[in-house]
């Protein structure tokens, strides 16, 4: 199946900084999204992006399909962007270990 | 819209016991459901995958007379943790999607299992 890494594995930053995250794949893929999961266990839908560039609101997330990577970017952050990011591939959805984020006040 | 209910939210159980989760898609029909288990720290594995009417699809390693998934209506898939023992401590989250070639999937809350 299709592998998934993404790093950093933590991140800490102060809020109103801004930070971009990184999910590599082994294969090409049709299926590439973006989660968040917040400190209750919950995950959110952040972007279904197999490629290009799509934004909403402070969050905007490029993959790059032929080099087999996504970068999700954070700006301006905030303490509610606390939590643990993670990608997926493919259809099953494989996910990377994730990058957990630590926003300071 | 697209919500998906997961219940209990968490239980503690003794070990040899089963216990069943329900997942529930609260505004759609999800043709397809798929479900997760996730250790402390760790990530997502898929367990199985069920469609509604049909036999649940199993991931390699998860063993389907342990883990029985039901995935009898368009809105509710259950997933039965049979004799279950510490080890089977875990998080498990299901999740739904409109059709079963949609790239989208909704995802419950999750379900905190303790076996002690």
């Known amino acids: 199946g299709i592998q998934v890494e993404q790093s950093p594995p933590d991140l800490i930053l102060q809020e109103g900084a801004n930070s971009t995250l990184r999910c590599n794949f082994s294969?090409?893929?049709?299926?590439l999204q973006w989660f968040h999961q917040n400190p209750w266990g919950q995950l959110i839908n952040l972007f279904y992006i197999p490629s290009g560039t799509k934004q909403n609101g402070r969050l905007s997330a490029t993959t790059v399909a032929t080099e087999r990577y996504s970068l999700l970017y954070i700006s301006s952050s905030q303490t509610t962007d606390s939590g643990v990011y993670f990608c997926?591939?493919?259809?099953?959805?494989?996910f990377g270990a994730g990058t957990t984020v630590t926003v300071r006040a | 819209g697209a919500v998906v209910s997961q219940h209990p939210s968490w239980v503690i159980c003794k070990s040899g016991t089963s216990v069943k989760i329900e997942c529930r898609s609260l505004d759609f029909q999800a043709t397809t459901m798929f479900w997760y288990r996730q250790f402390p720290k760790q990530s997502l594995m898929l367990m199985a995958t069920?469609?509604?009417?049909?036999?649940?699809?199993?991931e390699q390693g998860v063993e389907k007379d342990k883990f029985l998934i039901n995935h009898a209506s368009l809105t509710l898939s259950t997933l039965t943790v049979t004799s279950a023992h510490p080890e089977d401590s875990s998080f498990y989250i299901c999740s739904a999607s409109f059709s079963p070639g949609s790239h989208t999937q909704y995802f419950g809350p999750g379900t905190r299992l303790t076996v002690l």
């Open positions: 997926a591939a493919d259809y099953k959805l494989s």
């Open positions: 069920s469609n509604e009417g049909s036999k649940a699809t199993y």
């Open positions: 294969d090409s893929v049709n299926n």
